[in-house]
């Protein structure tokens, strides 16, 4: 198999993997197997989700300097764009199934209750992300600006964190396990980031 081939198979499954959750949620809600509570359940499997995925494209960059496999990078937009729809598919099942459009609800639970104002806020320095993921917006913004843009996905992947330990009721060990990645995944590049400085000043 030539390498073009290999990277189309390798690009499919990565599409499937990405999409694979979701498909198994429609299959539960289908099937009535969401629990007593379906739409909340769904609304955060979705978000879970989303969560997981980003914390999947954050570690795709270290993933490929310690194998040593430099094209993993090019995953990596894929991944973060399916973990916007993720997110996105979250926070438009609170608004449709959960609220109905309730804009004044909303607004008071954004005010209220500090997980979705916290969830809100990560949503809201996500979508400059997702809107410039394109080989267009790169052209426009020019690589320096474009990298300094996607910056943000160090604040945002934690404060899904936050969002996520701060929703949950009892079990906390799950966002906690996240938080624990996210941090290990930050902290690399904190060391990476000093490794280069000192490599340079040397």
């Known amino acids: 198999m030539d390498r073009k081939a290999l990277d189309r198979v390798v690009y499919g499954l990565v599409w499937l993997a990405c999409l694979a959750p979701l498909l198994w949620l429609a299959w539960r809600g289908f099937s009535n197997d969401l629990g007593a509570n379906p739409i909340?359940?769904?609304?955060?499997?979705?978000?879970?989700?989303?969560?997981?995925?980003?914390?999947?494209?954050?570690?795709?960059?270290?993933?490929?300097?310690?194998?040593?496999?430099?094209?993993?990078?090019?995953?990596?937009?894929?991944?973060g764009l399916f973990a916007f729809a993720y997110v996105l598919?979250?926070?438009?099942?609170?608004?449709?199934?959960?609220?109905?459009?309730?804009?004044?609800?909303?607004?008071?639970?954004?005010?209220?209750?500090?997980?979705?104002?916290?969830g809100m806020a990560a949503f809201a320095l996500l979508v400059p992300l997702a809107v410039t993921s394109t080989n267009w917006a790169l052209r426009k913004l020019g690589p320096v600006r474009w990298r300094k843009l996607h910056?943000?996905?160090?604040?945002?992947?934690?404060?899904?964190?936050v969002h996520y330990y701060m929703l949950v009721k009892a079990d906390h060990q799950p966002p906690l396990i996240y938080g624990a990645i996210v941090a290990a995944l930050l902290g690399w590049r904190v060391w990476e980031w000093a490794r280069k400085r000192r490599a340079a000043g040397a």
């Open 40 to 79: 909340d359940r769904l609304i955060r499997e979705l978000g879970v989700w989303g969560l997981r995925l980003l914390i999947i494209g954050l570690a795709i960059t270290p993933a490929a300097r310690l194998l040593r496999q430099p094209r993993l990078i090019r995953f990596r937009r894929t991944v």
């Open 151 to 161: 910056r943000l996905t160090y604040l945002i992947v934690p404060l899904g964190v």
């Open 89 to 118: 598919l979250h926070l438009t099942n609170y608004v449709v199934t959960d609220q109905w459009f309730d804009w004044t609800a909303i607004g008071k639970d954004i005010l209220k209750r500090p997980f979705i104002t916290v």
